[in-house]
């Protein structure tokens, strides 16, 4: 079996199988047996070529992520920016998700514009059993024009939710997809597959692409995730179908 995660972000970065050995210190044939037949390395040099690869060792290797650890290996992965985190990821994420899915934020907007497939996607994994939630902002809220106000994007930010809506407006027509909207204020916006979660913060004046993104594995109930998950549901509880 191959690591198609490896793979996706040597091509992301433009890391060669060559450039990689080189940098490490290995012969370019390991390199293309961790690709091929998803060999794993020792731990410390799979740091150091997710280092070199600007990716959590934990998404490359999951092997290596040990789920008997402390509860501090519950924070896996941590972006500077939003923009830096990997295409591959958010759609693997989505694409392997069995159990449960959970998109909480005001728009969303760059998940379908930078994986087009992910609408299709959701559609297909709620008539396949997994819960499927879906949770944007109110366009017209007062929540919304205040973030917009704050982000100095005004008006554009209402605009940027409707387009959300809009490109999520077909999952109104599948049964299994629970589509709601909300009017709170969002410190955090929310992304659940299974047992991984990614979490935009969000800063005061500072664009969503912009803010830091953390990415963790349930660790037990308690925790980090457990926290982020009691928020969404209490804005869950508060919020109100999509109207079509």
Avoid at 14 to 38: M, N, S
Wanted: charge should be neutral; charged fraction near 25%; include cysteine.
């Amino acid at each position: 079996m191959a690591n198609e995660r490896l793979r996706a972000v040597m091509h992301s970065t433009g890391i060669t199988t060559q450039r990689l050995a080189a940098e490490l210190g290995v012969d370019p044939k390991t390199v293309e047996r961790w690709v091929t037949r998803d060999t794993v390395p020792h731990r410390t040099t799979a740091f150091n070529a997710a280092r070199l690869l600007g990716s959590p060792m934990a998404y490359v290797w999951p092997a290596l992520a040990s789920r008997a650890a402390a509860p501090e290996n519950e924070v896996i992965g941590l972006y500077p920016h939003r923009h830096l985190v990997p295409r591959s990821l958010w759609f693997d994420l989505l694409k392997n998700a069995q159990r449960e899915i959970v998109v909480m934020a005001y728009a969303s907007l760059f998940l379908p514009e930078d994986n087009p497939e992910s609408v299709r996607l959701l559609a297909e994994k709620a008539e396949s059993g997994v819960r499927v939630r879906l949770a944007l902002g109110d366009p017209d809220s007062p929540e919304v024009a205040q973030r917009g106000a704050e982000e100095g994007l005004g008006e554009a930010l209402a605009g940027r939710v409707r387009m959300a809506v809009a490109y999520y407006r077909p999952l109104l027509d599948v049964v299994a997809v629970d589509f709601r909207l909300h009017r709170t204020t969002l410190y955090n916006s929310v992304f659940v597959y299974d047992d991984e979660m990614l979490v935009n913060q969000h800063a005061y004046g500072v664009y969503g692409y912009l803010a830091p993104v953390l990415h963790l594995r349930r660790h037990g109930e308690d925790g980090l995730f457990g926290m982020y998950a009691g928020s969404f549901e209490r804005v869950w509880e508060r919020a109100y179908p999509c109207p079509r």
